[in-house]
């Protein structure tokens, strides 16, 4: 699969929003009194970044190309940190270029993205 094309590194409108929203994790922990300095998603990051990369799926054997190998979605990942989102704080950058790359890869789609972010956002907010 090829690194993505200038035209791909241009904003994404669901993740533009997200990013000028910036709340950073070191701010929630802050205003919530949370004393883990890493966020509790972080976990799922690192999990999908080695599930997409090539190693993770030629061990189970299930593909035979990967679907986003370390190499490309880091350089991908620099690109995007040093253009789109810089100014955003680490981890969230790395999470917002992973969401762009696979999004320009059409390995998700924003709308349905949007929708499960509003379904998060409305359990969290119900109570």
Excluded at 12 to 38: H, T
Excluded at 89 to 105: D, K, V, Y
């Amino acid at each position: 699969m090829a690194t993505l094309g200038k035209d791909d590194l241009a904003p994404i409108d669901l993740l533009e929003g997200i990013r000028r929203r910036g709340r950073a994790w070191e701010d929630l922990i802050v205003q919530y009194g949370v004393k883990n300095p890493d966020p509790p998603w972080k976990v799922t990051l690192d999990a999908t970044c080695d599930i997409l990369a090539a190693e993770s799926c030629a061990a189970e054997g299930q593909v035979d190309d990967p679907v986003l190998p370390v190499l490309e979605r880091r350089a991908e990942e620099d690109e995007l940190s040093s253009g789109t989102y810089e100014g955003v704080p680490f981890p969230e950058r790395q999470l917002l270029a992973l969401a762009h790359s696979l999004i320009r890869r059409g390995l998700i789609d924003e709308k349905e993205l949007a929708l499960r972010m509003k379904q998060v956002h409305e359990r969290l907010t119900s109570a």
